[in-house]
């Protein structure tokens, strides 16, 4: 763990460098914290995007990062030079806060470095979504595609899933150097690396305000409020949050920050790069050009039209040929159903909902702060404020709409939510700028969540390390494929992703993520599916199919999928086919057997 730790602060100095000679061409000695932040963020950007280009033979989503940050190379630099800062500071407390973060997501139990595997549950207390962002990783490094669906670990890959990527890029691009198993790397590299990226894009919002002392010390106390405390109906503590968070987050700061200084070309190429980790920003991409339209050259909006139409023209090319997961309708349906009187009360909900909720409070205040003077006087001027208000009403539309066609619609109204976060971050900004110190404090006393310094570590399930050791061997560096067997399961929820196509396991990191336990017998899965709310019905009945026929032996059909591994319950009605097999392992209800 040591290594890890270390290699990590390294990294992070090395895509700071590469962000510098990338975006000027040498190492400044002095830069404005926001610039050392771009610095950082485009080094990461470059190194990775590459690295996957190489590995992924050119098919790979981030092949367009490159081109967005060659166009817009120069809008990235000279950032205002009011409050520089020297690069060996920067590095040093950014490596220093790298290092404090990497203890204080465990509550600095040191014994982390002996024994990792204790910790996460804690850092990540959802077990299928350990395993499926784990087992992505691997997915990357190994086999070199772009996908999330394991079956095709059945019957090969057919492209590119539609899903974020760049941060298990940047693990698989620290397993090339240190092999860790992707989950040690994925908490314990990439989890660090993006809250330390968070606070330093947080610290650099502030940073042009810092005249004394006494604005230090406060920006800072406001620093460890958002690190180690969170905000009560805002934010959980940074140092606590999960992976979709950390990454949207400073991307939004940042696009954020850059619209407030009115640098609309490079907030609309940050925009155009989160839109590639995360498909979600690209209406907010839109809405940025449509509302700052005369801000933009006649070359800046070619350049986005020529994005968008390399954005589809990838995923029309390369998207992989599966039964799309998450969107249940036709084009016909899903247009009659906006129409229909059930979708408009549903919106008028959505809406209602949105404006009575704690985020729009924040969003109104910080639009209150920027834009109230010309609307008082009767102008409309397209700024910021406008744009949070747009922003945050926008997303919950698209929320309300695509509700009952897509499970993982209500991402949209995350990235609503975030934004009130974001929201937040600039009013407190905007009082430390007019220097209403006392003001911000009572803010912070008020809202500071005091709980979670002092939680406790959870722990997880007891895990069996003889059973790891066993299925280590069995796999040795190659793909292992088995039957997960127990009829009485159902789904417990409506995220099949986390319980279908595959059983969500730890043991699974025995082989780095490479043993694939397929759901053999899902019939339960099926019947279960009435007791889930109706809207998410139709897609789990679509995307919840056989992988196997049931009319064949299920040793036949271990046979034809070359499946070497079955994991069954001991009550299943197919455990006589294995009564004559050497039981490998015995773990509470369940046999784990090794077929030659």
Same mark, same amino acid.
């Given at each position: 763990?040591?290594?890890?730790?270390?290699?990590?602060? /390294? #990294?992070?100095?090395?895509?700071?460098? +590469? $962000?510098? *000679? &990338? !975006? %000027?061409?040498?190492?400044?000695?002095?830069?404005?914290?926001?610039?050392?932040?771009?610095?950082?963020?485009?080094?990461?950007?470059?190194?990775?995007?590459?690295?996957?280009?190489?590995?992924?033979?050119?098919?790979?989503?981030?092949?367009?990062?490159?081109?967005?940050?060659?166009?817009?190379?120069?809008?990235?630099?000279?950032?205002?030079?009011?409050?520089?800062?020297?690069?060996?500071?920067? /590095? #040093?407390?950014?490596?220093?806060?790298? +290092? $404090?973060? *990497? &203890? !204080? %997501?465990?509550?600095?139990?040191?014994?982390?470095?002996?024994?990792?595997?204790?910790?996460?549950?804690?850092?990540?207390?959802?077990?299928?979504?350990?395993?499926?962002?784990?087992?992505?990783?691997?997915?990357?490094?190994?086999?070199?595609?772009?996908?999330?669906?394991?079956?095709?670990?059945?019957?090969?890959?057919?492209?590119?899933?539609?899903?974020?990527?760049?941060?298990?890029?940047?693990?698989? #691009?620290?397993?090339?150097?240190?092999?860790?198993?992707?989950?040690?790397?994925?908490?314990?590299?990439?989890?660090?690396?993006?809250?330390?990226?968070?606070?330093?894009?947080?610290?650099?919002?502030?940073?042009?305000?810092?005249?004394?002392?006494?604005?230090?010390?406060?920006?800072?106390?406001?620093?460890?409020?958002?690190?180690?405390?969170?905000?009560?109906?805002?934010?959980?503590?940074?140092?606590?949050?999960?992976?979709?968070?950390?990454?949207?987050?400073?991307?939004?700061? #940042?696009?954020?920050?850059?619209?407030?200084?009115?640098?609309?070309?490079?907030?609309?190429?940050?925009?155009?790069?989160?839109?590639?980790?995360?498909?979600?920003?690209?209406?907010?991409?839109?809405?940025?050009?449509?509302?700052?339209?005369?801000?933009?050259?006649?070359?800046?909006?070619?350049?986005?039209?020529?994005?968008?139409?390399?954005?589809?023209?990838?995923?029309?090319?390369?998207?992989?040929?599966?039964?799309?997961?998450?969107?249940?309708?036709?084009?016909?349906?899903?247009?009659?159903?906006?129409?229909?009187?059930?979708?408009?009360?549903?919106?008028?909900?959505?809406?209602?909902?949105?404006?009575?909720?704690?985020?729009?409070?924040?969003?109104?205040?910080?639009?209150?702060?920027?834009?109230?003077?010309?609307?008082?006087?009767?102008?409309?001027?397209?700024?910021?404020?406008?744009?949070?208000?747009?922003?945050?009403?926008?997303?919950?539309?698209?929320?309300?709409?695509?509700?009952?066609?897509?499970?993982?619609?209500?991402?949209?109204?995350?990235?609503?939510?975030?934004?009130?976060?974001?929201?937040?971050?600039?009013?407190?900004?905007?009082?430390?700028?007019?220097?209403?110190?006392?003001?911000?404090?009572?803010?912070?006393?008020?809202?500071?969540?005091?709980?979670?310094?002092?939680?406790?570590?959870?722990?997880?399930?007891?895990?069996?390390?003889?059973?790891?050791?066993?299925?280590?061997?069995?796999?040795?560096?190659?793909?292992?494929?088995?039957?997960?067997?127990?009829?009485?399961?159902?789904?417990?929820?409506?995220?099949?992703?986390?319980?279908?196509?595959?059983?969500?396991?730890?043991?699974?990191?025995?082989?780095?993520?490479?043993?694939?336990?397929?759901?053999?017998?899902?019939?339960?899965?099926?019947?279960?599916?009435?007791?889930?709310?109706?809207?998410?019905?139709?897609?789990?009945?679509?995307?919840?199919?056989?992988?196997?026929?049931?009319?064949?032996?299920?040793?036949?059909?271990?046979?034809?999928?070359?499946?070497?591994?079955?994991?069954?319950?001991?009550?299943?009605?197919?455990?006589?086919?294995?009564?004559?097999?050497?039981?490998?392992?015995?773990?509470?209800?369940?046999?784990?057997?090794?077929?030659?």
């Amino acid at each position: 763990m040591f290594i890890i730790l270390l290699l990590g602060v /390294l #990294l992070f100095v090395v895509f700071y460098l +590469i $962000g510098c *000679f &990338f !975006l %000027q061409l040498r190492v400044e000695k002095k830069n404005d914290v926001t610039q050392h932040v771009l610095n950082f963020w485009v080094g990461l950007l470059v190194s990775v995007s590459l690295y996957a280009l190489f590995k992924a033979n050119l098919v790979t989503v981030l092949i367009l990062i490159p081109l967005v940050l060659l166009s817009f190379r120069h809008s990235f630099k000279g950032f205002e030079r009011e409050r520089l800062v020297s690069t060996t500071m920067f /590095l #040093l407390c950014a490596g220093g806060l790298y +290092i $404090g973060m *990497f &203890f !204080l %997501q465990v509550n600095f139990k040191i014994d982390v470095l002996n024994n990792p595997l204790d910790y996460l549950f804690h850092l990540h207390p959802f077990d299928g979504e350990r395993y499926v962002y784990s087992t992505i990783m691997s997915f990357l490094h190994y086999d070199e595609v772009e996908t999330m669906s394991m079956e095709s670990v059945l019957s090969g890959t057919s492209g590119v899933s539609l899903y974020h990527f760049l941060e298990f890029w940047l693990g698989s #691009l620290f397993k090339t150097l240190y092999n860790a198993k992707s989950d040690l790397v994925l908490f314990y590299f990439v989890y660090p690396l993006f809250k330390t990226f968070t606070v330093l894009t947080i610290f650099s919002v502030f940073s042009d305000k810092i005249q004394d002392k006494k604005a230090l010390g406060l920006v800072l106390v406001i620093l460890f409020c958002f690190t180690v405390f969170g905000f009560l109906w805002i934010t959980a503590a940074i140092s606590k949050i999960h992976l979709r968070d950390i990454v949207m987050m400073p991307m939004l700061v #940042l696009s954020f920050r850059a619209l407030y200084l009115k640098k609309y070309t490079v907030a609309v190429a940050l925009l155009m790069v989160a839109s590639v980790e995360y498909v979600l920003f690209l209406p907010v991409l839109c809405l940025t050009i449509c509302l700052f339209f005369s801000k933009y050259s006649k070359t800046d909006l070619l350049k986005v039209a020529g994005f968008l139409v390399a954005y589809g023209l990838f995923f029309y090319l390369f998207k992989e040929k599966v039964e799309n997961k998450y969107f249940d309708l036709g084009a016909r349906d899903a247009v009659l159903a906006l129409f229909s009187a059930e979708k408009i009360r549903q919106v008028y909900r959505v809406l209602l909902l949105a404006v009575l909720t704690y985020p729009v409070r924040l969003v109104v205040a910080y639009f209150v702060l920027a834009s109230f003077e010309p609307l008082k006087q009767k102008r409309f001027l397209p700024d910021i404020g406008y744009w949070v208000v747009l922003f945050f009403i926008g997303y919950h539309l698209l929320f309300a709409v695509a509700s009952d066609m897509s499970l993982d619609a209500w991402q949209l109204k995350h990235v609503a939510v975030l934004l009130s976060t974001v929201a937040f971050v600039f009013l407190l900004y905007e009082l430390v700028k007019r220097r209403m110190y006392s003001l911000c404090l009572v803010v912070l006393l008020l809202l500071s969540d005091y709980k979670y310094p002092f939680g406790e570590v959870e722990e997880g399930k007891v895990y069996d390390g003889a059973l790891e050791k066993k299925l280590e061997l069995l796999g040795m560096g190659k793909q292992l494929k088995g039957f997960f067997v127990d009829e009485a399961e159902g789904l417990p929820e409506k995220w099949a992703l986390f319980y279908y196509p595959t059983r969500a396991t730890d043991y699974a990191r025995s082989n780095d993520f490479r043993m694939y336990l397929f759901n053999y017998d899902i019939s339960r899965f099926k019947g279960s599916i009435a007791k889930l709310e109706p809207s998410a019905r139709p897609i789990l009945h679509r995307i919840t199919q056989p992988l196997f026929s049931m009319e064949t032996d299920i040793l036949e059909n271990a046979k034809k999928y070359d499946i070497s591994i079955v994991w069954i319950n001991k009550n299943s009605k197919y455990s006589s086919a294995f009564r004559n097999k050497e039981v490998l392992h015995e773990l509470e209800d369940y046999y784990i057997y090794h077929i030659e």
